[in-house]
């Protein structure tokens, strides 16, 4: 059975801080990685995708992917009040099943 | 481009009622998938159709649910008879490709079953 682990927080930073959220995944043949933001009572929406090994950015967001240790993770510079959320980590695998299993999020909140 | 939208955004009905989401996914997207949410257990995938055909719907809980994709641009999901623990978020989203995520989202239905 395929998992994503993801420590449920809440992650409490200082504005201007950097936060740093993680996710495990327990298929090794997982391919592409997400991660989604949820504000409460709202919908998740994107906000990065990785799909090989290393960082990529966008913005204050970057994600960085091992894909040897099977985990990826979503670093925030900057962190500001509006960044409080949970973020979800989805992962699809490849070979026909493109179905993301999703964690179940950790909560961040960034106090002023 | 409007977006997934899912209606009602509330429900609340009484255990042993019939309950009927609809959700209309993005004008071309051929990927349509029924996730429900709680606290205890995240974020669950229910069924995935993928042009209109259903191709997972290892994730229904029981009998009780039914999904069905009649054309492109429709969906719904059903539950009869309701119980109090099928309260939570109902969520459709849609995606244009099988190798290209991400899933678009609809705002949710919340339902309460009393």
């Known amino acids: 059975q395929k998992e994503v682990e993801q420590n449920s927080g809440p992650l409490s930073v200082p504005e201007g801080a950097i936060a740093s959220l993680n996710c495990t995944y327990s298929d090794r043949v997982s391919q592409s990685f997400f991660w989604y933001r949820q504000y409460s009572g709202k919908s998740p929406e994107l906000i990065m995708s990785i799909y090989s090994n290393g960082d990529k950015e966008d913005g204050r967001f970057t994600a960085q992917l091992n894909k040897a240790s099977q985990y990826v993770s979503l670093l925030i510079r900057d962190s500001q009040p509006s960044d409080s959320a949970t973020y979800l980590c989805a992962v699809t695998a490849s070979g026909g099943s493109y179905i993301p299993t999703f964690g179940r999020g950790t909560s961040l909140i960034v106090h002023p | 481009d409007a977006g997934v939208i899912q209606s009602p955004r509330h429900e609340v009905t009484e255990m042993g009622q019939e309950v009927t989401l609809r959700c209309k996914p993005i004008s071309g997207h051929n990927s349509l998938f029924w996730y429900r949410q709680t606290m205890m257990r995240g974020l669950e995938l229910l069924i995935y159709f993928n042009n209109n055909v259903p191709i997972d719907d290892s994730g229904m809980p029981e009998d009780r649910f039914s999904a069905k994709m009649p054309n492109a641009s429709f969906s719904t999901l059903k539950i009869q008879p309701s119980e109090p623990r099928d309260s939570a978020v109902y969520f459709c989203?849609?995606?244009?490709?099988?190798?290209?995520?991400?899933?678009?989202f609809g705002n949710g239905t919340r339902l309460t079953v009393t």
């Open positions: 989203a849609s995606s244009g490709s099988r190798d290209t995520f991400p899933l678009h």
